[in-house]
Each structure stands twice: as structure tokens, then as C-alpha cells.
């Protein structure tokens, strides 16, 4: 199943990863170069040890695709994964005069005064990006990020490039192609975003008439970033080959530093002592090209998983 790959990640890293100090401050063990491989003939890969939701994975996958880089959008859809970044400097800025938010991340699951103070700013702040124009302007974006990077690449003299429509027509008219790659590693625009991008580039094969999909993930979070990452590049593959005619064959995950963090060894634990059980079915109730769906033409048929298991992000 398509389980069983993720487990034996998780089982090799517990096992022999190294344990190494992190950005976050957080520590982890993680292993350099993995690769996993998912064959969507066999169902959808939304992971059934814990339950994922395919609706923070869809919402994001279509802010990607709209060009988006403010977390309205997100939020609209009730989608928070990405508030931290937004937030962090929000409260790094001269124009946030509230209790002093440095090292929020950790100091919320350590000190309960503090993590309502936290919780009462990041409240505060979502209705401010979802209500005040120009405060979501200046403070839900969060720089030159996946959507415009994919959409809206800054070309050398002033052009604008679509990396998306130009991998649709070149899938289209050369599949044989051995160049359906789309970047967001940018390196002139990497001091601009929140997050320098985890998803690094993207390359798609067309072979007997079916298309694969391999990423290079240049950092993967296992216990909380991969099994998003992995149902959201599958369903990108999805809505690739339905633009395109072809049948969606293979997502390859291929990960640089896959981690654990110290704080996630329980977690990881827990969800190795599960039984997985039958994949869902993608369902895509709506013609409208890739660039124009919107969650609500998205289902997904008999997901049947374990309870989510919550820990902490490390920010
Ligand atoms: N991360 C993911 N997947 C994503 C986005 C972020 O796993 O889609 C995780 C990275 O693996 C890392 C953190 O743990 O977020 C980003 O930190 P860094 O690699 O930039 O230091």
C-alpha cells in the first residue's frame, strides 16, 4: 500500500537517521537522499495511518496554481498551514505594537501565559488579513513564493513568465520532451519569501501515453510536511494529465534532508503501530480547465483512515 513506503521512511530514519541540530532549534534525525514512488493506477495517495486532509492539501495546491501568495485565500477556506509564516513578520514589523512575539513557536508549547497571548494575536491578525484590505496587502502575503514563482517568474528585462502554461503546451505539442520542468528555487528572489521553497522543481515524463511526475524536495519535515507533500503533487499529476489527455502513472517523491523532529518521535511511533487500510478515489466533478477549478469540484471517495495525530510545527 501506499502506506507501507512512508512507514519504511519513517521505520530507517528512527532507526539509523543522524541526529543533527536544525534552524528551528528543535533537533532531528534524518537520512540525505530518499526516494519513494506512487502509482496513481492504484488509487490516490492520501495516507490512511492518520488522517490527512485532502481539503488543506486541495486549497493549497489551487492557491499555487491561481498565482496566489497572500494567505486570504487560505483562510477563506479555513486552510491555517501557512499563518505562521505570514505572522512572523507581521510581529517582526514596526507596525506590530502588541506583547513582545519573538520565538513564538516555542516559547506557546512551553509557557501556557504566553500561548494565550499568542493565540489571542494570531486571531487577531487572521481577521485583520481576512477583513482590511490593506492590512492583508502589506501583511497576508508572503513574498515571491510558490504562486509566483509557478505563474509570474520575473524574467530578466521585465517579462513575465508562466512556467505552468508553458509545461501544459510543452506536454501538449513535444511529450517526448526531456525538458516539462518547473522551477521555484529562484535564487535572485529567495530573500523575499517567507520560506525558501521546500518543494525545490518539479519534472514531468510522458511514456505510452501515461504521465509521471518526479519532485525534488530539498527538506522534508517527515511527520508533518511529507504526507501533505505527497498527496498534493499526486493531485497535481492529476490535474496535469486530465489538462492534457494522458494517463496519470507515477508520482516520484524524492526528498534531500528527510527529517524527524525530536518532538515528533511519539507521533511517529504511534502511526507505526497502525494498520493501513485501501486507498481512496480522486473525483473530479467539473470539466473547467486545471486553472479554473475550485475545491468544491473535488472529491474524494471512501478515505477511510485512523484518527490525526497532532504535533507540534517547528517554525
Ligand atoms: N516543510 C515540509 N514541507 C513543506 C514545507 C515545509 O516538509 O511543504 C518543512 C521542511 O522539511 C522543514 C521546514 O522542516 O518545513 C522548513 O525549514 P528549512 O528546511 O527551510 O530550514
Given amino acids: 500500500s501506499f502506506d507501507n513506503a512512508y512507514h519504511k521512511l ?70 491555517n498551514i501557512w499563518n505562521e509564516w505570514a505572522f512572523k513578520k507581521y510581529v517582526e514589523s514596526d507596525d506590530y505594537t502588541g506583547p513582545d512575539m519573538t520565538d513564538f513557536g516555542h516559547r506557546a508549547l512551553e509557557d501556557e501565559a504566553f500561548n494565550k497571548q499568542y493565540k489571542a494575536e494570531m486571531k487577531t491578525f487572521k481577521e485583520k488579513v481576512l477583513n482590511d484590505d ?43 520532451s526531456r525538458r516539462h520542468i518547473v522551477s521555484a528555487w529562484n535564487p535572485a528572489e529567495i530573500e523575499t519569501m517567507a520560506l525558501p521553497p521546500c518543494h525545490t522543481l518539479f519534472q514531468f515524463y510522458v511514456a505510452d501515453g501515461k504521465l509521471s511526475l518526479q519532485l525534488y524536495q530539498r527538506s522534508g519535515d517527515i511527520f508533518l510536511g511529507i ?27 524524492t526528498i534531500g534532508d528527510a527529517h524527524i523532529y525530536s518532538n515528533h518521535f ?22 473547467k480547465s486545471m486553472f479554473e477549478l475550485e475545491y468544491e469540484d473535488f472529491e474524494i471517495e471512501g478515505y477511510e483512515s485512523h484518527p490525526a495525530i497532532k504535533a507540534p510545527i517547528a517554525v
Fill in 134 to 176: 490593506d492590512f492583508s496587502k502589506k501583511y497576508g502575503t508572503l513574498g515571491n513564493v510558490y504562486g509566483k514563482q509557478w505563474r509570474h517568474w520575473a524574467g530578466p528585462n521585465g517579462e513575465v513568465i508562466d512556467q505552468m502554461k508553458n509545461l501544459i503546451d510543452g506536454l501538449k505539442n513535444k511529450p517526448d
Fill in 266 to 287: 511519539e507521533a511517529v511511533n504511534t502511526q507505526l503501530s497502525r494498520t493501513s487500510y485501501a486507498p481512496p478515489e480522486l473525483k473530479i466533478k467539473s470539466d
Fill in 10 to 79: 519513517m521505520n530507517q530514519v528512527m532507526e539509523s537517521g543522524t541526529e543533527k541540530t536544525d534552524r528551528t532549534n528543535t533537533g532531528t534525525k534524518s537520512v540525505f537522499g530518499h526516494q519513494m514512488r506512487f502509482d496513481l493506477s492504484e488509487g490516490f495517495p492520501l495516507l490512511t495511518t492518520k488522517k490527512v486532509s485532502f481539503k488543506l492539501v486541495a486549497t493549497e495546491l489551487i492557491w499555487f496554481l491561481r498565482g496566489d501568495t497572500n494567505i486570504k485565500y487560505l483562510l477563506q477556506y479555513n486552510n
Fill in 227 to 253: 504526507p501533505f507533500n505527497i498527496a498534493s503533487y499526486s493531485l497535481l499529476l492529476a490535474l496535469v494529465a486530465r489538462e492534457c489527455n494522458l494517463e496519470a502513472a507515477e508520482f516520484v517523491h
